[in-house]
C-alpha cells in the first residue's frame, strides 16, 4: 500500500523558510503571493496489512515533530 504523509507548520508557527521562498518570488517579479508556508512530503510502501496506529506511530515518532507540525495520512 502506498502512503503519502503530508506535514506541515501548525498555525501560529513561525516559518522562516516560507518568507525566505514569498521574498524569493517577489525577486523574481511573482506578483500577488501574500504568504507562502513550507511543508515536507513523504511517500511510503507498506504492507498492506499495515495499521492505522502503526502509520501514526511512525508519524508521531520520526516524520512530525507534533509540538509544532500537523501531520495527514493519504493512500494512494
Excluded: W
Aim: hydrophobic content about 45%; proline content about 1%.
Amino acid at each position: 500500500m502506498k502512503l503519502r504523509i503530508i506535514v506541515t507548520l501548525k498555525n501560529g508557527v513561525l516559518d522562516p523558510q516560507g518568507k525566505a521562498i514569498q521574498h524569493a518570488l517577489a525577486g523574481l517579479g511573482f506578483q500577488g503571493v501574500d504568504d507562502v508556508r513550507a511543508g515536507k512530503i513523504f511517500e511510503l510502501e507498506v504492507a498492506d496489512g499495515t495499521s492505522d496506529a502503526s502509520i501514526d506511530e511512525v508519524c508521531r515518532k520520526l516524520l512530525a515533530n507534533t509540538v509544532i507540525e500537523n501531520y495527514r495520512v493519504e493512500r494512494a
